[in-house]
């Protein structure tokens, strides 16, 4: 059984003490858009309005994102993850990237 791990944007766990910062992790992920969905998008941006397809994309790369944050941690041996924060980048042209990042760190039992 894996090894439940918390995370956070906070930068401590509400009523647990941090006994050693074990330093940054992180997890990323680089996204391309597909050729049908920007077809659709710009159709789209026609008449205004959320491009879901494109909201559903990013919310799953976000998902990727921490989840190999969380395995990262997890190799270190942490107990949890605080300041959890995201960034973006433009790798190329139609593919981004997405990066999750925080502190690893060790709680009192």
Wanted: aromatic share 4%.
């Amino acid at each position: 059984m894996q090894k439940q791990m918390i995370y956070t944007n906070t930068p401590d766990v509400p009523g647990r003490e941090i006994l050693e910062v074990l330093g940054v992790v992180t997890g990323n992920v680089v996204q391309t858009k597909h050729l049908g969905k920007d077809i659709a998008a710009s159709f789209k941006t026609l008449v205004g309005g959320e491009i879901s397809s494109y909201t559903q994309m990013l919310t799953e790369a976000r998902h990727k994102a921490i989840s190999r944050m969380v395995d990262h941690a997890l190799k270190i041996n942490a107990d949890a993850i605080v300041s959890l924060r995201f960034t973006t980048s433009s790798i190329m042209k139609n593919a981004s990237e997405i990066l999750a990042y925080g502190t690893a760190v060790k709680l009192k039992p």
